[in-house]
């Protein structure tokens, strides 16, 4: 079964601690520190990620991309993000599909179940990242530590000049 998660970038930047933080100084660092915690996401789930941002935010038409590996759309003028995600709740839906939107707006919680789809509340994504994030740093500090070591002792002035050497430094 292959699962979507679709989210309301704006809902997002609006909730998580981090993202207002950034959104006070500069939106458009706090979209694109959402979209990178959203391919940390898609790498540690296996979802696919669609984040949707209402266009008024942003002048010019209607646009997506791919951003680390995250599908990335801006509305048209005069769409806000919850009716494209309504539309591509319904659209993505399917036999082998489960679509996942996160969202704290109420109004759009009804229309989604409605399509099919589940719900995660700006808090509960907020929470599985902190979780995931969690996780990749355990992950990290364990590798660090299992680092192999030299079968032959080395003084560390020769590892220095090896590691220097490895990397191709002087």
Do not use: C
Not at 51 to 56: G, K, N, Q
Not at 58 to 73: F, K, L, W
């Amino acid at each position: 079964m292959e699962n979507i998660l679709i989210v309301d970038g704006y809902n997002m930047i609006g909730a998580w601690k981090e993202l207002r933080a950034l959104k006070d100084t500069n939106l458009e660092e706090a979209r694109n520190r959402l979209i990178e915690l959203m391919a940390e996401y898609q790498a540690a789930m296996g979802y696919r990620v669609i984040v949707v941002f209402d266009a008024y935010h942003v002048s010019g038409a209607e646009r997506s991309y791919v951003q680390n590996s995250v599908e990335v759309i801006f509305t048209r003028k005069n769409e806000t993000a919850d009716e494209r995600i309504e539309k591509l709740s319904s659209e993505l839906q399917g036999r082998k599909v489960q679509i996942y939107v996160a969202t704290s707006d109420m109004a759009e919680q009804s229309v989604i179940f409605g399509n099919g789809a589940l719900r995660k509340s700006a808090r509960e994504l907020e929470i599985e990242m902190e979780i995931i994030q969690s996780n990749i740093s355990k992950k990290i500090e364990k590798s660090q530590k299992e680092k192999p070591k030299s079968r032959i002792p080395l003084s560390k002035e020769v590892e220095l000049a090896f590691e220097k050497w490895r990397r191709g430094l002087k």
